[in-house]
């Protein structure tokens, strides 16, 4: 693992507590195998899973144009949150989103 990602996971990690107080987590996730594209992702409040989702949808798309679908569908979950007011901070694994 190179130096700046070393960072970078160093620091998610210090404040992971203050995220799992105060902050809802989403996280995309998209992946290309066998020609269909699998979006997934995950929401989480106060550190515990609050919602999550799988589908391979075989739409044709890229792996950044997937991760895209996959962050378009984290905001749509935040829309539909019931919960008090939070922060949000939204994550990818793919550096072209």
């Known amino acids: ?3 700046k990602k070393e960072d970078k996971k160093r620091l ?3 404040g992971r507590e203050e995220r799992n107080k105060d902050w809802l987590v989403g996280l995309s996730e998209a992946s290309d195998r066998g020609g269909r594209m699998g979006i997934g ?3 989480w409040e106060y550190g515990r899973r609050y919602r999550s989702w799988k589908n391979n949808l075989g739409l044709g798309l890229t792996v950044t144009e997937g991760q895209m679908e996959g962050v378009g569908r984290v905001l749509k979950e935040v829309l539909e949150y019931e919960g008090g007011l939070r922060k949000l901070v939204v994550g990818v694994d ?4």
Do not use: Q, T
């Not at 793919?94 to 989103?97: H, K, L, M, P």
């Open 1 to 3: 693992m190179g130096g």
């Open 12 to 14: 998610w990690n210090e």
């Open 41 to 43: 992702g995950v929401l």
């Open 94 to 97: 793919n550096v072209g989103v």
